[in-house]
């Protein structure tokens, strides 16, 4: 969408456009088979968590946490495409619920 603005929050009030987020973005481009967007991902996930927590993100706990969310996120999404009329955030969202119930960092 060329010339569209997205919102900005009040973290991110006075920094130019560029210094809104200094989290690694994944990069999505022609023709990537989805195992790469998979792993693009739990790479970009990992990095925050490591950065919040003050962990490497090399820690065991930040690596399976970030391949947890990942997973389960890719599992609910495939699950709801085979469930005709299950709205894929309430699936994501019910999946995360119930991970989090069970790890916590």
Do not use: H, I, Y
């Not at 690694?24 to 998979?38: E, I, M, N, S």
């Not at 820690?59 to 947890?68: E, K, P, T």
């Amino acid at each position: 969408m060329q010339g569209t603005e997205l919102p900005t929050g009040s973290r991110n009030r006075g920094r130019s456009p560029g210094a809104r987020s200094r989290a690694p973005q994944p990069q999505f481009g022609p023709a990537r088979p989805p195992r790469a967007l998979v792993e693009e991902g739990t790479r970009c996930l990992r990095d925050l968590l490591a950065r919040r927590t003050g962990r490497s993100p090399r820690d065991a706990a930040v690596r399976s946490l970030a391949g947890a969310v990942v997973g389960v996120c890719v599992r609910a999404l495939a699950d709801g495409a085979d469930r005709p009329g299950t709205d894929p955030r309430d699936a994501v969202d019910e999946a995360l619920g119930s991970l989090r119930a069970g790890l916590e960092l």
